[in-house]
C-alpha cells in the first residue's frame, strides 16, 4: 500500500456515536473533497460500548482514507483528541467533534485561513442552537471567569473546533500534561492564530456524553492548568481574617483598659457567635485544604507518569501504527 502525506487531517473523538458515523464521514469528505488535496480522517474510539468500533472498521474498509484508533478503555474527550492529533499526518490538522454539532463545511473556510499564514485556526460559536440554557449560561460564564483568572487569553466561546498547523501539533505532542485543556493548550502555545465564527448546531441523534460531573472535573482542569489564583485565595482569606482579627483584638483590649462594659460579654453577646465564628473559620480552612488536594492530586497523576491513553488497536497507519506527531523526522 502506497501512502501519500495527507495535507489536512481531520480528527474527531468519539464516544457511542453509531448513529452519527456514517453521516459524519459522508460530509467531511464531500466538505473536503472539492479542495482538491489528499486527507484523511482519523476517528479515535474513546472506548464505545455501541457498534461505533465496527462502523469504523467497516467504513476503513471502505475508504482507506478513514483512519481508526481504538481505546481500551473510555480516557475521555481531551485524550481523545490528544491520541488524534498524535496519530495525524497532515500538514494541517483539524480537530472536531463527531457529532455533527461542529459542521464539517467550516472545514475549508478554517483551511483558507490557514493558507492565509495562520498556525491556528479556531472556530467562534457565534450561535448555539440546541443547548439546555443551562449548559450555554454555565459555559459563558466559565470562559469569561477563565479569560480573567489565566495569564492565557483564551478566546471566549471556543471549543475544540479547530485547525492546528504541523508546527502546533508537535509542539503539542511534547507536552504530555494528563489533565489536558486542549483549548488552552492550543492557545498557550503561541503561534500566529486567528478565530472563524460559526453556528454551533444542536446535536444530530444520541445524547451528550458531558454530564454535569464531567463537566465540572473539565472546568477545574481548565482552571488548575492555567491558574494559580484557587491556591492564592486562601492566603488572600488568611490576611482578611488576619486584619479584622487585629482590629477585634484592639478593641476588646481597649475596652478592658477603659473599662467599657465587660468585653467578652460585649463583644461577643453570649455563645452563639464564638461557636459560629469557629464554625466559619474551620469551614474555610476546609475549602482551602480542597484546594490544596486539587492540585495536589494532579501533581500525582503527573508524577505516577502513567501513559496518557492506552491503544488497543490501530487502523490504517504506516510504520506498524505509531503515532506520526510522536516520531523522531527530519
Ligand atoms: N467524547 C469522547 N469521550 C467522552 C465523551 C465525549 O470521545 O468521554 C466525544 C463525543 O463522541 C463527541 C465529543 O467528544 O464527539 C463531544 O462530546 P459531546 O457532544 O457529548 O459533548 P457536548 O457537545 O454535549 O459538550
Ligand atoms: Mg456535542
Redesign the pocket.
Known sequence: MTHERPTVSVV??????EQLLEEFCQRVAAALEPLGEPFEIVL?N?GSRDRSPELMRAIHARDPRVKAVSFSK????QL?ITAGTDYAQGQAVVVI???L?DPPEVIPELVAKWREGYEVVYAVRAEREGETWF?TFTAALFYRLIVKITSVNIPVDTGDFRLMDRKVVDTLARMREHHRFMRGLSVWVGFKQAGVPYRRHA?KAG????PLR?MLKFALDGITSFSYLPLQLATYMGFITATLSLIFLIAVVGMRLFYVGDPVDSAFYGQASTLAMVLFIGAVQLVSIGIIGEYVGRIYDEVKGRPLYIVADALGFEDAGRPYSLRERQ
Open positions: 474527531a473523538p468519539v464516544y457511542n456515536e479515535v474513546d473510555n480516557f475521555g474527550h481523545a467533534d463527531s457529532d454539532q449548559k446535536r445524547d451528550t456524553k458531558y464531567k
